[in-house]
């Protein structure tokens, strides 16, 4: 049996992953969703983008087909401008 359970990464977690799913997105024009919440305050977009069957390796040689998730979010508040997160 195949398990599928979401896993969250940190920045600096599993580093070929994420270089793979960079070299990856660019190819993908349809695999990505833009979200605008203007009923928010602040007002907040989000871009998904995503990606399947990246490989990845672990520790012990085993290889994995894996589904990656990202969101790119930027929050604009009038008095302190623009930030944005990554997850």
């Known amino acids: ?3 599928k359970y979401p896993i969250v990464l940190q920045e600096g977690d599993l580093p070929n992953l994420h270089r793979s799913f960079a070299t990856v997105r660019p190819h993908l024009p349809n695999q990505h969703k833009r ?3 203007p009923q ?3 007002k907040v977009v989000q871009n998904y983008a995503w990606a399947e ?4 390796v672990d520790s012990q040689k085993r290889r994995h087909a894996l589904r990656l998730i990202e969101c790119q979010e930027t929050s604009t508040i009038a008095e302190q401008g623009v930030s944005a997160t990554r997850h």
Not at 53 to 56: P, R, V
């Open 1 to 3: 049996m195949i398990g």
């Open 35 to 37: 979200i605008h919440l």
């Open 40 to 42: 928010t305050a602040p």
């Open 53 to 56: 069957d990246l490989e990845y």
